[in-house]
Protein backbone atom coordinates (compact mmCIF):
# COMPACT_ATOMS: atom_id res chain seq x y z
CA UNK A 1 0.00 0.00 0.00
CA UNK A 2 0.96 3.25 -0.54
CA UNK A 3 2.45 5.62 2.29
CA UNK A 4 1.09 9.22 2.56
CA UNK A 5 4.01 11.58 0.68
CA UNK A 6 5.10 9.20 -1.34
CA UNK A 7 5.17 9.73 -5.28
CA UNK A 8 3.78 6.88 -7.57
CA UNK A 9 3.80 6.33 -11.15
CA UNK A 10 1.55 4.13 -13.87
CA UNK A 11 1.37 3.21 -17.23
CA UNK A 12 -2.27 4.59 -17.98
CA UNK A 13 -2.82 1.29 -18.94
CA UNK A 14 -6.51 0.24 -19.24
CA UNK A 15 -7.42 -1.32 -16.10
CA UNK A 16 -5.22 1.60 -13.82
CA UNK A 17 -8.32 4.07 -15.72
CA UNK A 18 -11.44 2.13 -14.10
CA UNK A 19 -13.27 3.96 -11.55
CA UNK A 20 -11.92 1.88 -8.85
CA UNK A 21 -8.16 2.26 -9.52
CA UNK A 22 -9.12 6.12 -10.22
CA UNK A 23 -10.69 6.18 -6.40
CA UNK A 24 -7.23 5.31 -4.87
CA UNK A 25 -5.27 7.12 -7.05
CA UNK A 26 -6.55 10.20 -5.79
CA UNK A 27 -5.39 9.65 -2.63
CA UNK A 28 -1.52 9.92 -3.32
CA UNK A 29 0.38 11.75 -5.80
CA UNK A 30 0.94 10.28 -9.79
CA UNK A 31 3.33 11.36 -11.91
CA UNK A 32 1.98 12.38 -15.84
CA UNK A 33 3.28 9.40 -18.10
CA UNK A 34 2.01 8.60 -21.24
CA UNK A 35 -0.12 5.69 -22.37
CA UNK A 36 1.67 2.35 -23.09
CA UNK A 37 5.06 4.03 -22.53
CA UNK A 38 6.45 0.73 -21.38
CA UNK A 39 9.73 1.67 -22.97
CA UNK A 40 10.64 2.28 -20.05
CA UNK A 41 9.40 0.46 -17.28
CA UNK A 42 11.95 -2.71 -16.91
CA UNK A 43 9.93 -3.43 -13.99
CA UNK A 44 7.24 -5.04 -17.11
CA UNK A 45 10.17 -7.63 -17.77
CA UNK A 46 10.06 -8.43 -13.96
CA UNK A 47 6.30 -8.69 -14.20
CA UNK A 48 6.49 -10.95 -17.23
CA UNK A 49 9.27 -13.41 -16.00
CA UNK A 50 7.07 -13.80 -12.25
CA UNK A 51 3.69 -14.45 -15.04
CA UNK A 52 5.53 -17.28 -16.51
CA UNK A 53 6.80 -18.64 -13.24
CA UNK A 54 3.28 -18.32 -11.42
CA UNK A 55 1.73 -21.69 -10.79
CA UNK A 56 -2.21 -22.07 -10.55
CA UNK A 57 -3.43 -20.74 -6.95
CA UNK A 58 -6.72 -21.82 -5.55
CA UNK A 59 -6.88 -19.19 -3.00
CA UNK A 60 -5.80 -15.40 -2.32
CA UNK A 61 -3.05 -16.45 0.24
CA UNK A 62 -1.71 -18.98 -1.50
CA UNK A 63 -1.42 -16.49 -4.69
CA UNK A 64 0.15 -14.15 -2.36
CA UNK A 65 3.07 -16.65 -0.69
CA UNK A 66 3.43 -17.76 -3.46
CA UNK A 67 4.32 -14.20 -5.23
CA UNK A 68 6.30 -14.02 -2.16
CA UNK A 69 8.60 -16.56 -3.05
CA UNK A 70 9.12 -15.63 -6.06
CA UNK A 71 10.03 -12.29 -5.81
CA UNK A 72 12.20 -12.94 -2.47
CA UNK A 73 14.41 -15.30 -5.22
CA UNK A 74 14.86 -12.81 -8.27
CA UNK A 75 17.95 -13.71 -9.46
CA UNK A 76 19.57 -10.23 -8.86
CA UNK A 77 22.08 -10.58 -11.95
CA UNK A 78 18.82 -9.96 -14.46
CA UNK A 79 17.66 -7.08 -12.22
CA UNK A 80 21.24 -5.73 -12.60
CA UNK A 81 21.18 -6.40 -16.08
CA UNK A 82 17.44 -4.53 -16.53
CA UNK A 83 18.91 -0.96 -14.85
CA UNK A 84 22.62 -1.44 -16.56
CA UNK A 85 19.73 -1.34 -20.18
CA UNK A 86 18.17 2.08 -18.85
CA UNK A 87 20.48 4.36 -20.60
CA UNK A 88 20.04 1.81 -24.18
CA UNK A 89 16.10 2.24 -23.60
CA UNK A 90 16.53 5.87 -22.89
CA UNK A 91 18.33 6.09 -26.13
CA UNK A 92 15.77 3.72 -28.17
CA UNK A 93 12.80 5.83 -27.20
CA UNK A 94 14.56 9.06 -28.31
CA UNK A 95 15.30 7.51 -31.57
CA UNK A 96 11.54 6.09 -31.99
CA UNK A 97 9.92 9.34 -31.17
CA UNK A 98 6.96 8.35 -29.97
CA UNK A 99 6.48 4.68 -31.78
CA UNK A 100 7.95 1.47 -30.06
CA UNK A 101 11.44 0.01 -29.55
CA UNK A 102 11.97 -3.67 -29.17
CA UNK A 103 12.03 -3.09 -24.97
Known sequence: ??????ICQQDNA??????VAQDIQCHFQTLPWRARSLDLFPVEDVWDQLKR??????CVHDLELAFQDMWAHLPQDNI??????????VAACIVAGAGPTRY
Do not use: D, F, K, Y
Open 14 to 19: RPHTAR
Open 1 to 6: MVSAGE
Open 80 to 89: RCLINSMPHR
Open 53 to 58: QMTSCH
